[in-house]
């Protein structure tokens, strides 16, 4: 079996979690649309699907999903949780914080209306 929804190069598990409550509602003009393939008929004239949105910056990289779930790439932030498996195997689920979980990044301790105090700052790689 292999390792699946961790960061290849620190090990660290992907976090999951639903936008609930505990989200800041104004992580949603945080968010930039990802577009998938485009129809383009030449360049002015091009139809994007928006597949997703996403934060991209060089200390969060974070996904959206259609299913209002949002996915953390990569933090500078991490917290132990319970496991997302089956759905995610490997994954953390970053709604269910655990002091004995497995470490997965999360968001920024701002980004939460009620952040755990398990949320630590790691140094980024």
């Known amino acids: 079996m292999g390792i699946y929804n961790r960061d290849e190069k620190t090990g660290i598990r992907y976090g999951i979690g639903a936008m609930s409550e505990n989200i800041q509602s104004w992580i949603y003009d945080e968010l930039q649309p990802v577009y998938g393939d485009c129809q383009c008929e030449d360049e ?20 959206l999903t259609e299913y209002n779930e ?3 790439f990569y933090s500078e932030y991490v917290m132990p949780c ?3 498996s089956p759905c995610a195997p490997g994954a953390g689920d970053i709604s269910n914080p655990d002091e004995y979980g497995e470490i997965a990044y999360c968001l920024p301790p701002e980004y939460y209306v009620n952040p755990s105090n398990l949320i630590e700052k790691r140094e980024l790689v």
Do not use: F, G, R, Y
Request: net charge negative.
């Open 44 to 63: 002015e004239n091009c139809q994007c699907e928006c597949v997703s949105n996403a934060i991209n910056t060089d200390t969060l990289k974070a996904e």
């Open 82 to 84: 319970l496991d997302c």
């Open 70 to 72: 949002l996915w953390v």
